[in-house]
């Protein structure tokens, strides 16, 4: 399994030319995590060459503008690429809010399904085959939530010739090994 993070942006509050708000996306294999998508968030997946169009969901972690404002440049981005696939956001109470909203307000021009899902206590709020994501409260000025991304157990590799090497009986140990 493949697993990597992109610091997108790190800038709490004060962005600059080369350090954009806050937003973290997490590549596993073919699948593509947004966590928060503060302003500059498209400009970092760019600069980056990062195929952001097969993002499966975003994960949103309280409603501060620093980590929402670049939300909705990455949904009108989205419906350029003739999106199939629906797109999950998670988020704190008022992030379905925001994304009316701001839809709204904009007139945006959607051509996928966007599923909004506000997170009000712990739990598993999006899963794959093997993985999860867990959703728990956080302490902050605002109701905020964080997210673990976790891999369900999967089996190892047997190597008899070590299993030799440390003289491992052949037999029903092998199995369980």
């Known amino acids: 399994m493949n697993l990597e993070a992109f610091v997108l942006g790190c800038g709490g509050m004060m962005p600059l030319p080369y350090r954009h708000l806050t937003s973290v996306l997490v590549r596993r294999d073919g699948d593509l995590f ?8 498209q400009v ?10 097969k993002i499966n969901a975003i994960f ?3 409603t501060h ?10 949904l009108m981005l989205s419906s350029q690429v003739d999106r199939k696939e629906p797109l999950y956001i998670y988020g704190p109470p008022k992030i379905a809010e925001y994304i009316e909203t701001s839809r709204k307000v904009l007139d945006m021009y959607i051509n996928y399904e966007i599923i909004v899902k506000e997170i009000t206590a712990p739990c598993i709020v999006h899963s794959g085959e ?6 728990f409260p956080l302490e902050h000025t605002k109701t905020c939530v964080g997210y673990t991304l976790e891999e369900l157990p999967r089996p190892g590799e047997f190597y008899p010739d070590k299993a030799r090497q440390l003289n491992v009986p052949c037999g029903p140990l092998w199995s369980r090994l």
């Open 34 to 41: 947004l966590f928060d998508g503060g302003e500059g968030t």
């Open 130 to 135: 093997d993985y999860y994501v867990r959703a």
């Open 65 to 74: 503008a620093d980590h929402v404002t670049g939300l909705p440049g990455i």
């Open 60 to 62: 949103v972690s309280h």
């Open 44 to 53: 970092s997946l760019k600069r980056l060459n990062l195929k952001w169009k």
